[in-house]
């Protein structure tokens, strides 16, 4: 079935660095790709969404391109401020599925002042 | 707008007793998900509805969980004689009809089985 991969568990990082998430995927097909954010006692955030209409997603100046060759979808953020500590999970919509979304385990991102 | 809204955020239940979970949707959003989040297998799809259907219950355990949708207000899960196991938050979705992938999620239902 399918399935996304995310292998960094937790990323530790100061203000100003450069953020790296690593997300691979399987599927049958070419699946809508997202990037959720989770703050602290909150529900998952949708960050952004990239199909194979439109490759590259871009928001709050994170981004993620949709690279079928590698099957990949990494975000990265130029610049991380405190306030993005936060789980991410990388996931995709489910082929033949309108809605079910299948989730990495997620990258638990600690920045320090 | 209000998001999604779930009752309780917190519920202890002893081993054996029921448990009901509540979510009450976006208004105007046609579908509502629902999942389970741990530490060890993180997010997992259980089941969801559009336009109060059932449409994909593939990620409930059989026995002991049902899911319900009787307006389009609200859907409750329910879990009965809960187990240790069954200690998760318990996320409720929300989407519009143009755009399934895109799901509002509530702040989630934390139970603990004892």
């Known amino acids: 079935g399918d399935s996304v991969t995310q292998k960094q568990g937790q990323v530790t990082l100061s203000e100003d660095d450069f953020l790296f998430i690593n997300c691979t995927y399987s599927?049958?097909?070419?699946?809508?790709l997202l990037w959720y954010v989770q703050y602290l006692g909150q529900g998952p955030q949708l960050l952004l969404k990239?199909?194979?209409?439109?490759n590259k997603g871009i928001s709050r100046g994170f981004e993620a391109t949709y690279d079928k060759g590698t099957t990949s979808f990494h975000l990265q953020k130029a610049s991380v401020q405190e306030s993005d500590s936060a789980v991410y999970f990388c996931?995709?919509?489910?082929?033949?599925?309108?809605?079910?979304?299948?989730f990495g385990l997620g990258t638990t991102l600690q920045v320090q002042p | 707008n209000a998001g999604v809204i779930q009752t309780p955020r917190h519920k202890v239940t002893g081993k054996g007793q029921e448990a009901t979970l509540w979510c009450e949707p976006i208004?105007?959003?046609?579908?509502v998900f629902w999942y389970r989040q741990t530490i060890v297998q993180g997010l997992e799809f259980l089941t969801y509805?559009?336009?109060?259907?059932?449409?994909?219950d593939s990620g409930m355990p059989k026995e002991r969980f049902s899911a319900q949708m009787p307006n389009q207000s609200h859907s409750t899960l329910k879990i009965q004689s809960t187990q240790p196991q069954d200690s998760a938050v318990y996320l409720c979705?929300?989407?519009?009809?143009?755009?399934?992938?895109?799901?509002?999620f509530g702040p989630g239902t934390r139970l603990t089985v004892l």
């Open positions: 979705a929300s989407s519009s009809d143009s755009n399934y992938a895109e799901q509002f």
């Open positions: 599927t049958t097909t070419y699946p809508t």
């Open positions: 990239v199909t194979t209409a439109n």
């Open positions: 996931a995709l919509v489910e082929a033949g599925n309108t809605g079910k979304l299948i």
């Open positions: 208004s105007g959003h046609s579908a």
């Open positions: 509805f559009r336009n109060q259907a059932p449409i994909d």
